[in-house]
């Protein structure tokens, strides 16, 4: 069993730690790969009977762990295509590597080194090729999507024999052409992401964005490192919606960043019923070796923090419940996950809730009627 693995906050390095335990015990022989694979030491005191451990987007490393414990004889024909660990019918499409952020609760740009956009008509062609493999769903990530092709100067490229800038508006042009749902994470607020909220309501590319937020008040963002402004968020969503009502937003926030007081969260719970956000993560600050953050004033106390994002997330739960009672008496599309489970627009895999309803066929796209909502799901019945 492969297990991918989160290592940039302490809860994610223990959920991992926990998931590696999981697939041990069900299944007995696991590779490891991901953020957390740097910590090799960690890895092998809590779990010295993994097969493997190799780092993020390590594809390779982690088919040669694979064929050392379970070779395969070789076929010409299936050895010569990628490999691809989602369901068939969605899959990620990576277009660069690294960040030229340098946010102080991060480590990233300390792991993979600044942004390195792939060229454009690699990007183009890798993802024209799982649309005729069979994927329905493309989900667009980087840790910084927003800035695709700012270190190569949005170098032009070549798709389908026409030049094509490496620039995120022109890949979501070119992306909107493969007549599958294109989904954007990771977008940070600059500028030009206006420019992509028209294809949206065009329904070119899904109106879905997830952006990383953070926090709403001026002091903690500065010390966060992080550029925007509560106010001009809000009026950048207003704008959005206006042109795409059917715009879904999803945003990550941490809750307990050193210094922050008990106003500074109110403030930000008062930005949170401002902003009417669809989905929302939330995390409780904690410490990474490396970051920034570490060396900032006036931590939080752990009971303190872990009582601000129960709130927090009281506070969101209510705000989503109230946009999905909206949704019902409507028919949305959905792409069947399982029998029974599927997700709209609005949904993205494993982050997002679900619609749930009875029958279907994975992959396939289908009509459901919306009978009630819940917090985070919704649930109907098959047209």
């Known amino acids: 069993m492969i297990v991918n693995t989160c290592g940039f906050i302490d809860a994610a390095v223990e959920e991992s730690l926990g998931a590696i335990g999981e697939a041990l015990a069900g299944n007995g022989k696991v590779v490891v790969t991901g953020c957390l694979g740097v910590k090799q030491d960690l890895i092998k005191k809590n779990h010295p009977s993994v097969l493997a451990i190799t780092g993020p987007h390590d594809t390779p490393a982690v088919m040669k762990a694979v064929h050392a414990h379970l070779p395969k004889p070789h076929d010409p024909y299936t050895d010569l295509i990628g490999v691809k660990l989602t369901p068939p019918h969605y899959a990620y499409l990576k277009i660069a590597e690294g960040c030229n952020h340098r946010c102080s609760f991060c480590i990233i740009p300390s792991m993979r080194g600044d942004l ?125 919606r206006r042109i795409c009502p059917e715009l879904t937003v999803r945003s990550t926030f941490i809750v307990g960043f050193p210094g922050e007081t008990e106003a500074e969260f109110s403030e930000l719970l008062r930005f949170l019923g401002e902003a009417q956000l669809d989905r929302v993560g939330c995390f409780a600050y904690s410490p990474v070796d490396g970051a920034a953050a570490n060396e900032l004033p006036d931590a939080v106390a752990e009971e303190v923090k872990a009582f601000r994002k129960e709130r927090f997330m009281l506070t969101q739960a209510k705000i989503s419940a109230s946009k999905l009672q909206r949704k019902v008496g409507r028919t949305l599309r959905v792409l069947v996950d399982a029998p029974g489970v599927g997700r709209s627009s609005a949904d993205a895999p494993e982050i997002d809730g679900v619609v749930r309803f009875k029958g279907g066929k994975a992959g396939e796209f289908r009509d459901v009627t919306v009978d009630r909502a819940g917090e985070h799901d919704l649930y109907g019945r098959l047209q």
């Open 116 to 240: 390195v956009s792939r060229p454009i008509g690699e990007v183009m062609q890798e993802a024209e090729n799982l649309v005729k493999a069979g994927v329905k769903e493309l989900l667009v990530i980087s840790q910084d999507t927003s800035a695709y092709g700012v270190d190569i100067k949005y170098r032009t490229g070549f798709w389908r024999g026409r030049p094509v800038k490496t620039r995120m508006t022109q890949l979501c042009e070119s992306l909107g052409e493969l007549g599958v749902w294109v989904r954007l994470h990771y977008v940070y607020p600059y500028p030009h992401v206006d420019d992509v909220i028209p294809l949206m309501a065009e329904g070119r590319i899904l109106p879905y964005l997830d952006v990383p937020f953070q926090h709403a008040t001026p002091r903690i963002l500065k010390l966060m490192r992080r550029p925007a402004s509560a106010e001009k968020v809000l009026q950048r969503l207003e704008e959005w």
